[in-house]
Nanobody, 120 residues
Framework: QVQLVESGGGRVQPGGSLRLSCAASGGIFSINAMGWYRQAPGKQRELVALFTRGGSANYLDSVKGRFAISIDNGKKTVYLQMNSLKPEDTAVYYC??????????????WGQGTQVTVSS
């Protein structure tokens, strides 16, 4: 059974940094895409950063230059380094992965979410 386990959220002051991690497990052969979405209260879920199998990374415009996504394919873990955090970055951050098993596609999965709060 596929699981995505997130860690690294918390509370930080504006200008601070946090690093989120998401580890995938459960019969995974390869990763087609893996990344992070976020949802703030009263707002729609939005893509923050996504790493695709081709090696490219896509970012939400408002986080470019502040956030960096990286992936360890061996550990099947994706990281999101968040620097220069702003109050508007406050949201629940969700890991998302499109995975492939040895026999074919496994589908798309979501983590349970981790709260990031940026406040003085």
């Amino acid at each position: 059974q596929v699981q995505l386990v997130e860690s690294g959220g918390g509370r930080v002051q504006p200008g601070g940094s946090l690093r989120l991690s998401c580890a995938a497990s459960g019969g995974i052969f390869s990763i087609n895409a893996m990344g992070w979405y976020r949802q703030a209260p009263g707002k729609q879920r939005e893509l923050v950063a996504l790493f695709t199998r081709g090696g490219s990374a896509n970012y939400l415009d408002s986080v470019k230059g502040r956030f960096a996504i990286s992936i360890d394919n061996g550990k099947k873990t994706v990281y999101l380094q968040m620097n220069s955090l702003k109050p508007e970055d406050t949201a629940v951050y969700y890991c998302n992965a499109d995975l492939r098993g040895t026999l074919g596609p496994l589908g798309e999965y979501w983590g349970q979410g981790t709260q990031v709060t940026v406040s003085s």
